[in-house]
């Protein structure tokens, strides 16, 4: 069984000392896969100063003089892969970025260059801003050849361009949620990866605050249960000693588990 830590939002405004501090302890025991953001505009957040809430202006992430270096440090030390998080992560009247923007086709094929060659790191993943995406935003992330690293993932099929592996993939969720007994409006998380014909998908558990350690311990022997893997998501910003410490209590568990590789969330992806 395979089990992967995902954390969103690394950014033009995201410092050395945040990561540093929140994974000092974590990235040497399992990967991070860090999704992160090419050009990030502020929106309403820790960590991003007031006066750039919602003003439109980009940031791109190699302005940040200290972040580029410090990552493809950690990078080449195996602590940290890297996901394309969105392109600006920009929110939209009429919903979040890979939902709402006109443009997501270029979104993901100019933030995918951009992010390799700032970073010098292989990019095999794209994490949707507020988990959020769009039938078109899909596709656009498909075209790169990329997989979809989420949450709260929504199974209908109208949301994907249909291919062979639609049908048997909703039927893969259906029996799955009537062998665990669950209704269509239980949440769950599948834990299994997804394959359709451009692209696959999985599913993490949020890491969040309020989380307990029993809920993702829960959520992880499920999984072990149904023979499947397991990823936690989080953002950097939102870890205080509370989250922390639910993070490392569940590390701890799953490493006196027999059978269980702590691995980079691409390994997911067999």
């Given at each position: 069984?395979?089990?992967?830590?995902?954390?969103?939002?690394t950014c033009y405004f995201t410092s050395p000392e945040t990561l540093e501090r929140v994974y000092h302890d974590v990235w040497d025991r399992l990967p991070v896969c860090l999704a992160t953001v090419p050009f990030a505009i502020g929106y309403e957040r820790k960590g991003i100063p007031q006066e750039h809430w919602r003003s439109g202006e980009a940031f791109a992430l190699d302005k940040n003089s200290a972040i580029v270096p410090f990552l493809k440090d950690q990078i080449g030390r195996g602590r940290v892969t890297i996901a394309l998080h969105g392109?600006?992560?920009?929110?939209?009247?009429?919903?979040?970025?890979?939902?709402?923007?006109?443009?997501?086709?270029?979104?993901?094929?100019?933030?995918?260059?951009?992010?390799?060659?700032?970073?010098?790191?292989?990019?095999?993943?794209?994490?949707?801003?507020?988990?959020?995406?769009?039938?078109?935003?899909?596709?656009?992330?498909?075209?790169?050849?990329?997989?979809?690293?989420?949450?709260?993932?929504?199974?209908?099929?109208?949301?994907?361009?249909?291919?062979?592996?639609?049908?048997?993939?909703?039927?893969?969720?259906?029996?799955?949620?009537?062998?665990?007994?669950?209704?269509?409006?239980?949440?769950?998380?599948?834990?299994?990866?997804?394959?359709?014909?451009?692209?696959?998908?999985?599913?993490?558990?949020?890491?969040?605050?309020?989380?307990?350690?029993?809920?993702?311990?829960?959520?992880?022997?499920?999984?072990?249960?149904?023979?499947?893997?397991?990823?936690?998501?989080?953002?950097?910003?939102?870890?205080?000693?509370?989250?922390?410490?639910?993070?490392?209590?569940?590390?701890?568990?799953?490493?006196?588990?027999?059978?269980?590789?702590?691995?980079?969330?691409?390994?997911?992806?067999?």
């Amino acid at each position: 069984m395979k089990v992967a830590l995902r954390d969103d939002d690394t950014c033009y405004f995201t410092s050395p000392e945040t990561l540093e501090r929140v994974y000092h302890d974590v990235w040497d025991r399992l990967p991070v896969c860090l999704a992160t953001v090419p050009f990030a505009i502020g929106y309403e957040r820790k960590g991003i100063p007031q006066e750039h809430w919602r003003s439109g202006e980009a940031f791109a992430l190699d302005k940040n003089s200290a972040i580029v270096p410090f990552l493809k440090d950690q990078i080449g030390r195996g602590r940290v892969t890297i996901a394309l998080h969105g392109y600006t992560h920009q929110d939209y009247p009429n919903g979040y970025e890979f939902q709402a923007a006109p443009d997501p086709e270029r979104r993901v094929r100019e933030g995918l260059q951009y992010l390799k060659a700032t970073l010098g790191a292989p990019i095999s993943l794209f994490v949707p801003p507020h988990n959020a995406i769009s039938k078109r935003g899909m596709q656009a992330v498909a075209g790169e050849g990329l997989n979809l690293l989420g949450s709260f993932l929504s199974f209908r099929p109208s949301l994907r361009a249909w291919d062979a592996n639609t049908l048997g993939n909703w039927w893969r969720i259906r029996t799955y949620r009537a062998t665990t007994g669950r209704t269509k409006r239980d949440a769950f998380v599948y834990p299994h990866v997804l394959r359709y014909a451009r692209h696959a998908e999985f599913g993490c558990h949020s890491l969040i605050p309020g989380t307990t350690v029993q809920e993702l311990v829960a959520g992880f022997e499920e999984a072990r249960r149904a023979g499947g893997d397991f990823c936690v998501a989080t953002h950097y910003w939102e870890v205080d000693q509370a989250i922390k410490d639910v993070l490392l209590r569940f590390l701890d568990h799953v490493e006196r588990v027999p059978g269980v590789q702590l691995v980079p969330a691409e390994s997911l992806f067999g």
